[in-house]
């Protein structure tokens, strides 16, 4: 009987474990106010045959139609499938059959690049004009590569968050400018006007970085339905309770409705391998 409770005992309360893997979730909801959702989000993880090991990587792709014009859910399919497609095409199978990948930040933007003159092409047989923000991030082992247009974002997150994007918006421009002050943004009456987005113009620069995803907790990419209505500090606070990356979605996604739901909200939460389980991370800062 002794031995029976002492084993109760220390049951209970195992040692938390430590991720040994890459997770990840997602969620793309159509909010409270709009008729359609016009965002679209991919997100996959493979491990690629290498000698010895076992190469990890995954591809997160977020992209917001332009909620004012039309077929902005065309728009964004066509910019998730074209950046995907090229970005496998061009850097995965040749890892796969043993033949030597495009150069990553090649890749990456010409896969935008490519996205771009697709939804061009498109428009231009419907007579009709759409567009979407893009942003793609390519995880290979330690290191994540990005490409970005539009003002969709991507955080980091240890301890604290880190916006990892800059937005290609006229209002970010003018905070850049020291114009405005970031209380006036807020309600700045042109907050939702881009000056670059795919599909909308015939030269647009793609935005690429890298960064190496060692001592952070949580990759976060997300639509302006998630950021612009939670703010930066909701949403460090929902990563710092930690927990399951599929649970986070799901919370901020209802935090999001919670607070109006204006705008679709899409948002992809990735857990790096070896962060700390939620019993951790809840202590975290």
Same mark, same amino acid.
């Given at each position: 009987m002794q031995l029976f409770k002492r084993w109760k005992k220390d049951s209970a309360a195992p040692t938390p474990k430590r991720r #040994? @893997?890459?997770?990840?979730?997602?969620?793309?909801?159509?909010?409270?106010?709009?008729?359609?959702? &016009?965002?679209?989000?991919?997100?996959? &993880?493979?491990?690629l045959p290498s000698p010895g090991r076992q190469l990890q990587m995954g591809l997160f792709i977020v992209a917001d139609g332009m909620g004012g014009h039309s077929q902005g859910d065309i728009a964004s399919t066509l910019a998730v499938e074209t950046v995907a497609a090229y970005i496998l095409q061009h850097l995965l199978l040749p890892v796969l059959q043993e033949g030597q990948p495009d150069a990553i930040q090649d890749a990456m933007v010409e896969a935008?690049?490519?996205?771009?003159?697709?939804?061009?092409?498109e428009a231009a047989r419907g007579g009709?004009?759409?567009?979407?923000?893009?942003?793609?991030?390519?995880?290979?082992?330690? #290191?994540?590569?990005?490409?970005?247009?539009?003002d969709s974002r991507l955080y980091t997150f240890q301890g604290s968050l880190r916006l990892r994007t800059r937005d290609h918006s006229m209002v970010a421009r003018l905070l850049e400018l020291g114009q405005i002050s970031e209380e006036e943004a807020k309600d700045h009456p042109k907050r939702n006007y881009l000056y670059q987005s795919v599909g909308q113009q015939r030269?647009?620069?793609?935005?690429?970085?890298?960064?190496?995803?060692?001592?952070?907790?949580?990759?976060?990419?997300?639509?302006? @339905?998630?950021?612009? /209505?939670?703010?930066?500090?909701?949403?460090?606070?929902?990563?710092?309770?930690?927990?399951?990356? #599929?649970?986070?979605?799901? &919370?901020l996604v209802q935090l999001a409705n919670d607070a109006g @739901?204006?705008?679709?909200?899409? /948002?992809? /939460? /990735?857990?790096?391998?070896?962060?700390?389980?939620?019993?951790?991370?809840?202590?975290?800062?």
């Open positions: #040994q @893997g890459l997770t990840f979730g997602l969620a793309r909801d159509i909010g409270q106010v709009r008729a359609s959702n &016009q965002d679209q989000v991919l997100a996959l &993880q493979t491990s935008v690049l490519q996205a771009n003159q697709t939804i061009l092409d009709t004009d759409m567009g979407t923000t893009l942003t793609a991030a390519l995880l290979l082992e330690e #290191q994540v590569y990005t490409a970005h247009v539009g030269d647009i620069e793609v935005e690429f970085g890298s960064f190496s995803i060692e001592g952070s907790h949580y990759m976060l990419l997300c639509s302006d @339905g998630l950021w612009g /209505v939670l703010g930066e500090e909701a949403i460090h606070d929902a990563l710092g309770e930690g927990g399951d990356p #599929q649970d986070l979605c799901d &919370q @739901g204006d705008d679709n909200i899409s /948002v992809i /939460v /990735v857990a790096f391998p070896d962060s700390p389980p939620p019993e951790e991370e809840s202590a975290v800062g």
